[in-house]
């Protein structure tokens, strides 16, 4: 059969290691497309693919793939979203936090054929979070920490007047649900909308977010409590070189989704 073919909207800490890995050659995935607010840019980071993919608008993305993974600006996330879903496609977003707002998609998508596929991202355990929401749920809870430079300029501590800079110590600078951490902290906190999709829903979870200069890595640990089981993972994952905001380990999710789209095993649900 012939591969499915993938668009990638951005080209930064997360769309561009993840080109490389589908241009080194995926079995059932080829990129064909790409979009960025600089083309020339996008065009320069591209030499020495073995099949670059064509650089296009963001608004002709999604009439070139199959597949269409956003990892952009959150502010084209809606108009990318609109596009891919109105043609059918298979959207796949990195700014989970973005689709909390607009779950109006979901319907569009629903009148369209197209599919939302989130991505597990930096978190862990999506898979028996979903299956204990199956049943009766109490409470879930995410704690994450993160390096204090990898939370400067988010609107929530914009607007608060919350500074970062210079700690001796841990700082707690939000809690509250993880409608409002996705909103407040839209770089920083998809894994705390994945959370919620998977589990009961964003208002119900609960998320406190920590700028701490004693860790190095991002670090979220999720607790549930439920009917069928009580869960308490942690992961710290390495925050990415060009983006402290972007784990590592977030092109490589997106990778391994996109693998278990054309797969013939997929393991976990």
């Known amino acids: 059969m012939s591969p499915r073919t993938v668009a990638i909207a951005g080209l930064g800490a997360i769309g561009l290691p993840l080109a490389r ?6 079995e059932g995935l080829r990129l064909t497309a790409v979009a960025a607010r600089n083309p020339e840019r996008a065009t320069a980071k591209l030499a020495g693919f073995r099949d670059p993919p064509r650089v296009v608008p963001l608004e002709a993305l999604a009439e070139q793939a199959e597949i269409v993974v956003e990892a952009a600006p959150a502010s084209v996330f809606e108009a990318l979203a609109r596009s891919a879903i109105a043609r059918g496609r298979i959207f796949v977003p990195a700014s989970v936090g973005a689709l909390l707002p607009r779950m109006h998609l979901v319907e569009e ?8 596929v989130v991505p597990t991202g930096a978190l862990l355990g999506l898979d028996a979070v979903r299956a204990a929401a199956e049943g009766p749920v109490e409470s879930v809870t995410l704690e994450t920490r993160k390096p204090p430079r990898g939370l400067e300029g988010a609107p929530y ?7 970062v800079t ?3 110590g841990p700082l707690r600078v939000f809690a509250g649900n993880a409608f ?12 705390a909308a994945a959370l919620a999709l998977a589990g009961i829903g964003p208002e119900r979870t609960r998320v406190e977010i920590w700028a701490d200069p004693g860790v190095t890595r991002n670090t979220h640990t999720i607790r549930v409590e439920a009917a069928a089981a009580r869960l308490t993972m942690t992961i710290e994952n390495v925050p990415s070189e060009e983006n402290p905001r972007t784990g590592r380990i977030t092109p490589l999710s997106l990778l391994a989704c996109l693998k278990g789209l054309v797969a013939p095993l997929r393991v976990g649900t």
């Open 21 to 26: 890995s589908l241009d080194a050659g995926v």
């Open 109 to 116: 998508a629903r009148r369209s054929g197209a599919r939302i």
């Open 180 to 191: 409002d951490a996705a909103q407040g902290f839209p770089a920083n906190v998809n894994v």
């Open 166 to 168: 210079g700690l001796t």
């Open 157 to 163: 501590l914009v607007e608060h007047g919350i500074a």
